[in-house]
């Protein structure tokens, strides 16, 4: 998924024409370079308070979605994303609050949804306290796969630990349920239903829904670019060209 594609409406950009005027073939370069930083594919961060699965969160989005993510620390600053993702477990902890006040578009996923009585309830209760929406979400199953001979396992009485580490206990039963239920159902039938119950299609509506924002902070940013083309006087006509229009 490319920026343009997942946080869709963008606002105008300097044409290639407008940045090409009268500029060295060194400062075409440059310029280049600013475009390519505002069209880029969408960055992503993912962090989250030990043990609550964000690397988890992360293989899933990567998995669903395409998206290029990196797990970062608390005590990590966000580098070039475009959007942060916190992971938080069965409530929101302070390190969660400190993690939300930050000022890139950020949305936040519960994690582990398989695992918990009550994920909704558990996630309307965390927005409550940070004050901002909580999506509650299977990582786990979000990218799951079910080969042959998962799907034979599955079909055993008593499937193995591995295929309960890669489906979780309730992921488990939900399959064999089907399964019983509709005995004719292939791996990718599973899958795909795992993938239906994991909650992972309203994170993607999550991302949509701070689009604008991340649009903005690209625009901010490419600005700043041609601000400092500008201020380094060499190629100062057309970085001034190329800000007309762009809306920081």
Not at 108 to 118: E, Q
Not at 146 to 164: F, H, K, M, N, T
Not at 175 to 194: F, K, V
Request: with cysteine; glycine share 10%; proline share 4%.
């Amino acid at each position: 998924m490319s920026a343009t594609g997942a946080v869709g409406h963008r606002r105008r950009v300097a044409s290639g024409s407008t940045l090409g005027g009268g500029v060295q073939m060194g400062e075409h370069q440059t310029f280049a370079a600013a475009r390519r930083r505002r069209m880029a594919p969408l960055a992503v961060a993912v962090s989250g308070h030990p043990g609550v699965g964000a690397h988890t969160v992360a293989a899933a989005l990567r998995s669903r979605f395409r998206l290029c993510c990196t797990v970062i620390g608390d005590a990590d600053p966000p580098g070039g994303a475009d959007l942060l993702v916190r992971v938080i477990g069965s409530g929101a902890r302070r390190c969660d609050v400190r993690a939300c006040s930050a000022q890139t578009p950020l949305i936040v996923v519960a994690g582990k949804a398989d695992v918990r009585d009550d994920s909704r309830a558990e996630a309307a209760a965390a927005a409550d306290v940070l004050g901002r929406p909580v999506v509650p979400v299977s990582a786990l199953w979000a990218s799951a796969t079910v080969g042959p001979s998962a799907l034979a396992v599955l079909r055993a009485a008593e499937p193995g630990d591995d295929v309960v580490r890669s489906y979780g206990i309730r992921g488990v039963a939900a399959a064999q349920d089907w399964l019983a239920a509709e005995p004719q159902l292939s791996g990718a039938d599973i899958a795909t239903r795992l993938h239906d119950a994991s909650g992972i299609d309203a994170v993607a509506d999550a991302v949509r829904a701070v689009s604008g924002e991340v649009a903005s902070l690209r625009d901010r940013r490419l600005c700043a670019d041609l601000r400092l083309l500008a201020a380094r006087g060499a190629a100062r006509e057309g970085a001034e060209q190329a800000l007309v229009g762009v809306h920081p």
